[in-house]
């Protein structure tokens, strides 16, 4: 069965204090990772699609990386507006376009 | 941009009640899910549609069904509405390989 683990769960920041947000995951063959960027009561919004291991994108302060077993979000002097819950999903290669989601990473930034 | 767009934002229904969520998006995606969203629990996937008229059990379909008469509009039908089913419900919409873009979501409760 596919699991997507992401840490820390939560995490509070100082404004511009870079830190890393983790996501394990174990697939049959993945064919895609995705992050997201939920706010408080509203849908997921699609930021990155990562492939293959080695991958990286970026934007803005955000940067992602993949390996073949996690994905890591960077966020590079973070400020309020990027407080939010960061969702990682797997999509698998066998099979149907299922995502498999963690559960987030909720992130405060402090001014 | 793509556009997914959810009848309601807030919606306050009845035990027993037969409760219809619309969906529709606005780019010729194939693929069309849906989702609730409890604290602790992520995002679980409780149907999903590959094509009009088609079908498939997601991870939580107790109570639930859905419907696909046309390529742009998933709904989501509450056959008799009980209290656990008071939830966030997330429709999302994405090609095949692609990311899903999710709408903003109906908080609905159930009394």
């Known amino acids: 069965e596919d699991q997507v683990t992401q840490s820390p769960e939560a995490l509070r920041l100082q404004e511009g204090e870079s830190s890393s947000l983790n996501c394990s995951y174990t697939v049959s063959g993945l064919r895609g990772l995705f992050w997201y960027r939920q706010d408080p009561g509203k849908g997921p919004e699609f930021l990155f699609t990562?492939?293959?291991a080695g991958e990286e994108k970026e934007k803005e302060r955000l940067k992602a990386t993949l390996t073949k077993k996690e994905s890591f979000l960077h966020i590079t002097a973070p400020k309020p507006e990027d407080s939010a819950t960061y969702l990682c999903a797997v999509l698998r290669f066998y099979g149907n376009n299922r995502l498999a989601f963690g559960k987030g990473n909720q992130v405060v930034v402090i001014p | 941009d793509v556009k997914v767009t959810q009848s309601s934002r807030y919606l306050v229904k009845r035990t027993g009640e037969k409760v219809f969520l619309e969906c529709v998006q606005d780019?010729?995606?194939?693929?069309m899910f849906w989702y609730r969203q409890d604290p602790g629990l992520g995002l679980r996937l409780i149907y999903f549609s590959y094509d009009v008229k088609m079908k498939e059990k997601g991870d939580i379909p107790e109570g639930y069904s859905v419907s696909r008469e046309k390529k742009e509009r998933f709904s989501l039908i509450l056959e008799s509405a009980s209290t656990n089913q008071t939830s966030m419900y997330l429709c999302?919409?994405?090609?095949?390989?692609?990311?899903?873009?999710f709408g903003d979501g109906t908080r609905l409760s159930i009394l």
């Open positions: 780019m010729d995606h194939e693929n």
């Open positions: 999302a919409s994405g090609s095949s390989n692609q990311p899903q873009h």
């Open positions: 990562l492939y293959s």
